[in-house]
């Protein structure tokens, strides 16, 4: 295994599994991965559908009588599905894509009402537009119910429609704010207040209807503030045509397609990107109308992407390469979701809208590393009488430095053995 091909693996990748064949020319390997057709899914599928039915008995049942709520163990299933799934997919680079934009945006299982919805919005908002545009993943993220209830949406009614007029109610400013904050254009473009207000005016009726078979996504237009709505300079009709059409101006706005290529170039270079590189992922993002795929074709073009070791791994991102590269047996796989609650990053529950950090410093603590220190000696005691160093070569390569095999070659144990491998800083990196 020469240096790029390891690189591509453990960097791009989520780390080679056990000794998987090796591709042959690494970058043309992670280009296949945009447009790959005919991969595994996700067993058990998650469907909005389901997930809202689930929802809507879970609430009968609270207004009627005790009963065990079903969203929360569906959620587990379907969560560990997702897991299961990183660690077999043949596309593991496509995969981190997934998790790049279902950070970005955000939806969390501490908002409970998303427990139900949240891996099918990964499934229906995000995995099928990774390769595509950006204005394309952002109106199915805009639409799906997990986001609407998560940030409020679905309550909201304009100050002067016809559900206000006859039962009142109040316009909700989260999901148009976190879509211009969070989400698109940033502060850097300069907006205001007044922008927030009259998207979130754009965006009333957008909601959910829990009742019809099937449930799902509805435009509730009595909701809808009537009128013409003014963001950023830029007039849009009423009704939901305004919001498609604000939603497309935001998704292809050139502050937005900055802000993108910045995220994307600090995930796949380093915590403080070469301004450089982010102009080229960015005249990328601009010339294609805001296609992913070319923006990542552009970061795969960069030198500074293949320069190993340059970003610490998350905790998701650390136990599924660990699990991985040692490759045990399905009845001998740690408890994932477990796992990643336990050293902090607990699997779609984001403590708030922006997202799990992308940087080194808000991983590394003294005390979320004794936490990796303790769950990689603990998994380490699970793997029997494996050999740590043939492990160490396949999973690594040259990535592997000497002092990591000179430790692992005088422990006092294969368990001590696997134990370094795992907290080295060539495993701990990527």
Same mark, same amino acid.
């Given at each position: ?65 005790? /009963?065990?709520?079903? %969203? ?52 229906? /908002? ?18 799906? *119910? ?16 016809? %559900? ?21 254009? #940033? ?9 927030? #207000?009259?998207?979130? &005016? ?19 237009? &009595? ?10 300079? &830029? ?10 059409? /604000?939603?497309? @101006? ?8 900055? @802000? ?12 403080? +990107? ?11 993002? !601009?010339? #294609? ?8 074709? /552009? ?28 490759? +045990? ?17 607990? !699997?779609?529950?984001?403590?708030? +809208?922006?997202?799990? *950090? ?9 005390? %979320? ?18 050999? *740590? ?28 053995? @696997? #134990?370094?491998?795992?907290?080295? +800083?060539?495993?701990?990196? &990527?």
């Amino acid at each position: 295994m020469d240096t790029n091909t390891a690189h591509a693996l453990v960097h791009f990748g989520l780390g080679r599994r056990g000794s998987e064949p090796l591709p042959r020319d690494p970058k043309a390997w992670l280009l296949r991965q945009l447009h790959a057709q005919d991969l595994p899914r996700i067993d058990p599928p998650a469907t909005t559908e389901f997930g809202l039915l689930t929802l809507r008995r879970d609430r009968e049942n609270r207004a009627n009588k005790p /009963a065990e709520p079903g %969203a929360r163990p569906l959620f587990t299933r379907q969560a560990n599905a997702e897991l299961v799934h990183a660690l077999t997919t043949p596309a593991p680079f496509r995969e981190r894509l997934v998790w790049f934009w279902t950070n970005h945006f955000t939806i969390s299982v501490r908002r409970g009402e998303c427990t139900a919805v949240a891996c099918a919005f990964i499934e229906e /908002a995000i995995r099928p537009h990774v390769a595509g545009t950006f204005a394309d993943m952002l109106l199915a993220v805009m639409r799906h *119910p997990a986001m609407l209830m998560y940030l409020d949406n679905a309550r909201s009614i304009g100050p002067t429609s016809q %559900a206000a007029s006859v039962r009142g109610g109040g316009l909700n400013e989260n999901l148009a704010r976190e879509c211009l904050e969070l989400h698109t254009v #940033t502060p850097a473009a300069g907006y205001s207040q007044t922008d927030v #207000t009259a998207l979130a &005016r754009v965006l009333t009726g957008w909601s959910i209807d829990l009742q019809r078979d099937p449930p799902g996504y509805q435009f509730r237009a &009595r909701a809808h503030e009537p009128g013409a709505q003014t963001v950023m300079g &830029r007039s849009f009709p009423p009704g939901e045509e305004g919001g498609v059409a /604000a939603l497309r @101006f935001l998704g292809t706005h050139p502050a937005t397609y900055r @802000f993108l290529a910045t995220k994307l170039t600090r995930h796949f270079t380093t915590d403080a +990107p070469d301004p450089a590189d982010i102009r080229r992922v960015e005249a990328a993002l !601009f010339n #294609t109308s805001g296609n992913l795929a070319a923006a990542v074709e /552009a970061i795969v073009s960069l030198d500074s992407a293949w320069r190993p070791g340059t970003k610490l791994r998350s905790p998701q991102d650390l136990v599924i390469a660990a699990i991985r590269a040692l490759d +045990p047996p399905e009845t001998n796989r740690p408890n994932i979701p477990g796992v990643l609650a336990a050293l902090g990053q607990p !699997f779609l529950t984001a403590p708030a +809208p922006n997202g799990w *950090p992308d940087v080194a410093a808000d991983w590394s603590s003294p005390e %979320a590393m004794m936490r990796r220190i303790d769950w990689a000696n603990g998994f380490a005691g699970r793997l029997g009488a494996r050999d *740590p160093m043939e492990i160490a070569d396949t999973a690594l390569g040259p990535l592997l430095r000497p002092a990591t095999r000179d430790a692992m070659a005088l422990a006092g144990s294969r368990r001590d053995a @696997f #134990t370094l491998l795992l907290t080295s +800083p060539e495993f701990q990196r &990527r």
